[in-house]
């Protein structure tokens, strides 16, 4: 069975500091996504990557096949970053496996 | 482009009343999915359309129905409401299997 495992549940940032989440997966999956839901609900795509490196503004997520494992990095974090970031994986035949997600709270 | 939008936005029902979640997309999108959110729980998928006139069970299938008699609508239907059921749900669209998912904004359902 296709599992994903996120890491920390809950973390808390002062602004400016630069964030990590994790999230390993198991065998079968062959590609990554990154969500993040805003505290109103809301649900967006950030990334999806199947090797190395994707940028975008102030986030990077990367990913090593080898080790099974992604990571979501913020640079610069802002109280605007504060949401649920969710890891999501893909094996291409069957429907993505979500992680349970990762709480992120930065203060000013 | 709205996107993907759902109706209605909130909904409370009686325990054993029924109704249904429309889902629509306006990418031209094949592949529609339903999901429900749960405290603790994550995302867990319900069912999901890989393309007009089909459907395929999720992770959680029982208690729902769907129908997608039109490439752009996605229909979830509870047939007779339990409080089980109280929960987020979330509908999602992608041009391809694997490819970035497109999510609405929601639909809040309490049963009582």
């Known amino acids: 069975k296709n599992e994903v495992e996120q890491s920390p549940q809950n973390l808390t940032a002062q602004e400016g500091e630069f964030i990590t989440i994790n999230c390993s997966y198991s065998v079968g999956i062959s590609a990554l996504h990154w969500l993040q839901q805003h505290p109103g609900g809301g649900i967006v795509s950030l990334f999806m990557?199947?090797?190395g490196k994707k940028k975008h503004g102030r986030l990077i997520a990367t990913i090593n096949i080898q080790e099974k494992h992604s990571s979501l990095h913020i640079t610069a974090s802002h109280p605007r970053d504060s949401a649920v970031y969710i890891c999501?994986?893909?094996?291409?035949?069957?429907?993505?496996?979500f992680g349970k997600g990762t709480r992120l709270s930065v203060i000013a | 482009n709205a996107g993907v939008t759902q109706t209605p936005k909130f909904r409370v029902l009686k325990t054993g009343q029924s109704m249904t979640l429309l889902c629509a997309q306006d990418?031209?999108?094949?592949?529609m999915y339903w999901y429900r959110q749960d405290p603790g729980m994550g995302l867990r998928l319900i069912h999901y359309?890989?393309?007009?006139?089909?459907?395929a069970k999720g992770e959680v299938p029982d208690g729902y129905n769907v129908s997608r008699l039109k490439k752009q609508n996605f229909l979830l239907g509870l047939e007779s409401a339990a409080p089980s059921q109280t929960s987020v749900y979330f509908c999602?669209?992608?041009?391809?299997?694997?490819?970035?998912?497109?999510f609405g904004p929601g639909t809040r359902l309490t049963v009582l």
């Open positions: 359309s890989v393309g007009e006139g089909t459907t």
């Open positions: 990418m031209n999108h094949e592949y």
């Open positions: 990557l199947s090797s």
């Open positions: 999501a994986g893909d094996s291409g035949n069957t429907p993505l496996v």
């Open positions: 999602a669209s992608s041009y391809l299997g694997v490819d970035t998912q497109y």
